[in-house]
């Protein structure tokens, strides 16, 4: 895990923006349109105390929020931000924010809810408050979504935009380089946002744009082995997804055979999924793996389990049991070749928005499901060692690990893969798993996603898979009766997986999947499809 000290980690190597997260929906954004834009940025909450960072920022922004600034209990920026001397963005409660701190009178709630389109008029003053729309034309469309507004400008600024609703729609600081908008630059219903953004980032804070992935790669791989040092082991639980196998081509390239990556197959894997796995990894990409045969162990303890948040820690903890076993045996294993050594790290995939999710300031949710993989290990001791975190991807979005992954040489089918759940066909199942409904699940999937690539859609859709009703429907076939399961299709398009819509797929073939998982699929009566979207649906069904 990098380390605010790490000198190896990014903000140490990077000109890096800073976002203070208020709680937006799209504080994230913030982070991609500047990462598009080469420009390297960060995210901690808006309670982050500047004390505590070992790095400096080339500049903040202040992110939106649901919160009102004038509101007892509001979030509000470390004062000393404004005395770091950096250039300073507020954007929507950011900039709210910034008139609040000069004065608490300076914001109050408007009359008019502003959400949507806006027509922002930019307003010259002939000074270096000019910067932030420079080359931007007389106006810009902005998508706008607030309540709250500034009623007075505070004190040492300027109007640099407005809108019919919002007089104070851009201000600038007359000598300081701090800035605010109302609306949202990183939203893409703001067309020209990225620019506003740049304009920020580049020639105001003077970051430079060399953000890239492949010094990203040469940078990690050292860090790697820095961290590792020459004699500890790495192991690593490898799905055969992308994050996991782009994390251990990675630690390959890092450490060689000291890495060792670990595949289980869990019985509830999609078809030849676990074979597949073995030839990618091993045979196409040279990773050291071993593939563990689970099945048995998986589907004993799964026997007679209906209720879904149990059979996802029996999965989960099922996991942790047959990894912990294995790093001991590699340990042993390796005691007396060149390679002996601890196994003193683990390796995991996480993403940033995980890393986003776990830091953003937003009220507790509530636990919809337990995701579960093999996350629990870090946690687990054994004969006195501990394993350490190592997580590569962590300051990386999907499609920047995707983009990696083609850097790294990984096949265009895997890194554009649908994401598949550690727990598999497990969660795909209304109820309890046995052999005979997990093989029809599964064969039932196979005809559905070869459906959807011969029809060329596959990069249309985010995820897909054919799920299974354990209750069974009347059906007849060549004058027979026939008592089957029914098959559930679900098939969503989404860009964060936090929301989903259902895909709207031809009619026509919807039929023409339907008619082949009911003639080819012994034991099914019924094809439906998930019309559902998420929310309120989730994407598996369990
Ligand atoms: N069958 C498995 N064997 C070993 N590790 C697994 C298995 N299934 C899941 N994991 C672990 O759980 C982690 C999380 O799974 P997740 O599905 O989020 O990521 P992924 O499989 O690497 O990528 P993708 O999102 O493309 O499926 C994986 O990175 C991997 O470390
Ligand atoms: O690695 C995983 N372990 C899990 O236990 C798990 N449960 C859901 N998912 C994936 O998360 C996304 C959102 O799924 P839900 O809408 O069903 O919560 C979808 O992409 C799901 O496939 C999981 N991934
Ligand atoms: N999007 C935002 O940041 C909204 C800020 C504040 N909650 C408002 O309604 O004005
Ligand atoms: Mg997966």
């Not at 420009?39 to 009102?68: F, H, N, R």
């Not at 980032?201 to 060399?210: L, R, T, W």
Request: aromatic fraction near 8%; charged fraction near 25%; proline fraction near 5%.
């Amino acid at each position: 895990m990098a380390t605010d000290n790490d000198a190896e980690a990014p903000h140490n190597n990077f000109d890096t923006i800073l976002v203070l997260d208020f709680g937006s929906q799209t504080s994230h954004l913030i982070l991609r349109r500047l990462r598009a834009l080469s420009v390297y940025a960060e995210m901690l909450p808006c309670t982050a105390k500047l004390a505590d960072l070992t790095w400096k920022p080339k500049g903040i922004v202040l992110s939106g929020g649901p919160s009102s600034v004038y509101d007892e209990g509001s979030p509000h920026v470390d004062p000393a931000v404004f005395e770091l001397g950096v250039p300073i963005l507020g954007i929507c409660y950011g900039c709210q924010e910034i008139a609040w701190q000069s004065n608490s009178e300076n914001v109050a709630r408007g009359t008019a809810r502003e959400y949507g389109h806006a027509d922002v008029t930019i307003h010259k003053v002939d000074s270096h408050a000019d910067r932030l729309f420079a080359g931007l034309g007389e106006t810009m469309h902005a998508y706008m979504s607030h309540f709250d507004k500034l009623v007075r400008l505070p004190e040492g600024f300027v109007v640099v935009a407005k809108t019919a609703n919002s007089e104070f729609a851009g201000i600038a600081h007359q000598t300081k380089p701090i800035f605010g908008v109302q609306f949202h630059p990183e939203l893409e219903h703001t067309p020209r946002g990225s620019e506003l953004l740049r304009n920020f980032s580049v020639d105001i804070c003077g970051a430079q744009p060399n953000w890239k992935m492949s010094d990203f790669i040469e940078q990690e791989i050292t860090r790697i082995r820095k961290l590792v040092g020459d004699k500890a082991q790495v192991i690593g639980a490898v799905s055969g997804g992308v994050d996991s196998t782009v994390a251990a081509k990675l630690m390959t390239e890092a450490i060689g055979d000291r890495f060792h990556a670990v595949h289980i197959d869990n019985g509830l894997m999609r078809l030849n999924e676990s074979k597949k796995v073995k030839e990618t990894l091993k045979e196409h990409l040279g990773i050291n793996l071993t593939v563990i045969d689970g099945t048995e162990l998986f589907l004993n303890r799964l026997k007679g389990v209906t209720e879904p948040e149990k059979k996802r820690k029996i999965i989960g903890e099922t996991f942790i049991d047959l990894f912990e076993k294995e790093a001991i045996r590699i340990e042993k294993e390796a005691e007396n070749t060149p390679n002996a050594g601890k196994v003193s790290w683990f390796l995991q995939g996480t993403l940033y928005p995980d890393v986003i999710e776990s830091l953003s300031f937003k009220g507790p949710s509530a636990t919809i499901k337990t995701h579960h993989n093999v996350g629990g290990l870090p946690k687990a001791t054994h004969d006195g060692w501990r394993l350490r975190l190592l997580e590569p991807l962590r300051e990386l979005f999907k499609d920047e690990v995707r983009n990696l992954g083609r850097r790294l040489k990984i096949h265009e089918d895997l890194v554009n893969r649908f994401p598949f759940p550690g727990p598999g066909i497990g969660v795909r199942i209304l109820g309890e798993c046995t052999p005979e409904r997990i093989e029809i699940a599964r064969q039932a999937d196979h005809i559905f996603i070869s459906m959807i690539k011969e029809a060329g859609i596959y990069n249309e859709i985010s995820q897909a898979y054919a799920g299974l009703d354990t209750s069974k429907a009347v059906g007849v076939m060549g004058d027979t009766r026939v008592y089957g399961y029914i098959i559930i299709l679900r098939a969503v398009t989404t860009s964060d997986f936090m929301s989903a819509e259902p895909y709207e797929f031809p009619f026509a073939l919807l039929k023409a999947m339907a008619r082949r998982i009911v003639n080819e699929v012994d034991g099914v009566s019924r094809v439906t499809y998930d019309l559902s979207s998420k929310p309120p649906g989730t994407i598996e069904l369990e």
